[in-house]
């Protein structure tokens, strides 16, 4: 494998570190053999300081690990991605990500390690959906909010999931179409993440679940459950 990499001038290949559940891009390094080689041998994301021209793990400081699960190269095997399980904030400064900067905000010199982060769909979603938790908590509602009725309202909520879940149902015994299928699997998945917010279950521990089941038969894993 090592020897189809494109390596530059110094022996070196850009080492992006990405959250195996979430998506999240946590952080970009450079790799050298030896370091992947370490990576792949321990299961920890390993680098090479360019400063110090060693080898560095990611951690090994904080006890912030990123415990890879996989390794991709891509198409021009010049790069290489580190797929893996942070076992905290990844940034030295304390972040989730080594990503919180906007572009508009680059030409601001200070670090707002607040900001949001580069999210995807469903994190989008979600965190929206904890604003509006966040909103009924400390009283600042300014608005109505069809969230903030569901969250209010528990029985109401569990409803709309049953409601959504067989409207999903009826897209195919009535052969409703892709589109159909789509919007209301949307409507499923949002009324459901708004039951997760109000339990304090966040999408990434449900995904965490359903990795660990990948390698499990589904038959074998309900039959677990008795």
Not at 22 to 44: E, H, P
Not at 89 to 106: Q, V
Request: charged fraction near 25%; proline fraction near 2%; include cysteine.
């Amino acid at each position: 494998m090592l020897s189809t990499i494109k390596w530059d001038k110094s022996g070196l290949v850009v080492a992006i570190a990405q959250h195996i559940d979430t998506g999240a891009v946590l952080m970009q390094g450079f790799a050298n053999s030896d370091a992947i080689l370490a990576t792949i041998a321990s299961g920890k994301a390993t680098f090479f300081s360019r400063s110090r021209s060693s080898l560095w793990t990611k951690g090994e400081t904080s006890s912030n690990f990123i415990n890879v699960k996989d390794v991709f190269l891509d198409c021009d095997r010049d790069s290489i991605i580190y797929l893996g399980l942070p076992d905290g904030p990844t940034c030295h400064t304390g972040a989730t990500t080594c990503y919180f900067t906007r572009a508009p905000n680059a030409i601001d010199d200070t670090q707002d390690t607040t900001a949001s982060f580069p999210l995807t769909t469903l994190f989008a979603l979600e965190e929206t959906i904890h604003n509006r938790k966040s909103q009924l908590m400390d009283g600042s509602v300014s608005k109505p909010s069809w969230t903030h009725k569901l969250m209010k309202d528990h029985e109401l909520l569990c409803s709309k999931i049953r409601e959504e879940a067989d409207e999903l149902c009826r897209t195919l015994e009535s052969n409703e179409g892709k589109d159909r299928t789509a919007s209301e699997m949307a409507d499923v998945l949002y009324h459901s993440m708004v039951l997760l917010a109000v339990q304090d279950v966040k999408l990434e521990d449900v995904l965490e679940i359903l990795r660990k089941r990948f390698t499990q038969s589904g038959i074998e894993e309900k039959s677990s459950r008795k």
